[in-house]
């Protein structure tokens, strides 16, 4: 999911999160453990340190994320995170707000 919001890939992202969502995940806790993940994500790249994050080293090989254009990308992502969790916080259905809000943020500067 990561590689297809930084890409700016609508339909991929769409797909993922239908497939989350299918599988039964509950959303409100994906979204929270998705900020954590991207917290994670930005502070190994920044550092390029995996001692000061809970990613594995498999997940460390995938990053290729250094320059300063990329940290910020991510921030916008981890900053789109946010804003779901907040968005779905009292939502019964909270997938529509999820998708809606992702389908904003890929298309926002395109």
Do not use: H, R
Not at 66 to 75: S, V
């Amino acid at each position: 999911l990561l590689n297809y919001l930084f890409n700016k890939d609508l339909n991929n992202c769409l797909t993922i999160t239908e497939y989350i969502y299918q599988l039964g995940t509950d959303i409100k806790l994906f979204t929270k453990q998705y900020i954590n993940f991207m917290v994670n994500v930005i502070k190994y790249c920044v550092s390029k340190d995996i001692n000061l994050t809970n990613l594995n080293a498999q997940t460390v090989q995938l990053l290729s994320y250094d320059t300063k254009e990329d940290i910020n990308n991510l921030i916008k992502i981890l900053n789109l995170f946010i804003k779901i969790n907040n968005d779905i916080k009292y939502e019964q259905n909270p997938i529509i707000l999820f998708q809606a809000n992702i389908i904003n943020f890929v298309e926002e500067d395109l």
